[in-house]
């Protein structure tokens, strides 16, 4: 059990029968009454953000939780195959299990894996992963790296904004929690 004492940041909760991390929360101390807690709550399952308020000192159950690291395969028809890297069982996933980490996913990727009551719920990306641009307008003599940015295709499907001087064939470091260009890989 967890108690509205112990809310902390990515502190994750049961909360309506699944569950549910902790974005933000804020301890509020009203004039007569108790202390109540103003929380937002994310669904590890669907992804939405939910505002609920609290009483102090109530109680939540801890999730079961567990998270495997296993190894992305291939995509066979619209299933994502993932290996288990003690076990080496096959594990397939639908896009809609993926949701935004399809954009991302390469082959041979090691990845989080975290689980509900047995059944898996979401998948963990590395921070920063290197693909190749495959499709891009080609620059220009005389673009600068900080004179604007341009749509690149990445080798996975993903489309990034990327300096002028990053061309077809470029490997480039992508941050996949913003889909952010980082850098030109050497």
Same mark, same amino acid.
């Given at each position: 059990? !967890? ?23 804020? /301890? ?19 992804? @939405? ?71 898996? !719920? ?22 600068? @790296? ?5 749509? @690149? ?11 002028? /001087?990053?061309?077809?064939?470029? !490997? ?15």
């Amino acid at each position: 059990m !967890i108690s509205t004492a112990d809310f902390r940041k990515g502190a994750k909760i049961e909360y309506k029968g699944e569950p549910c991390e902790i974005i933000d929360f804020q /301890h509020v101390k009203m004039g007569r009454g108790g202390a109540i807690v103003r929380t937002k709550l994310k669904s590890l399952i669907t992804g @939405a953000v939910l505002e609920d308020t609290f009483r102090s000192g109530e109680k939540f159950e801890i999730p079961q939780l567990e998270e495997k690291e296993m190894q992305y395969l291939y995509e066979q028809d619209k299933l994502y195959y993932f290996m288990d890297m003690e076990s080496y069982e096959q594990l397939p996933l639908t896009e809609e299990q993926l949701k935004d980490a399809k954009k991302f996913l390469k082959e041979n990727t090691i990845v989080g894996i975290l689980y509900y009551k047995g059944n898996p !719920i979401t998948v963990d990306l590395p921070t920063f992963v290197e693909l190749e641009v495959t499709d891009t307008e080609p620059g220009f003599k005389g673009d600068t @790296a900080s004179g604007g940015s341009k749509p @690149a295709t990445l080798e996975t499907g993903a489309v990034v904004k990327v300096p002028f /001087h990053i061309n077809k064939g470029d !490997i480039i470091k992508v941050d996949t929690r913003t889909s952010e260009y980082i850098e030109r890989v050497k």
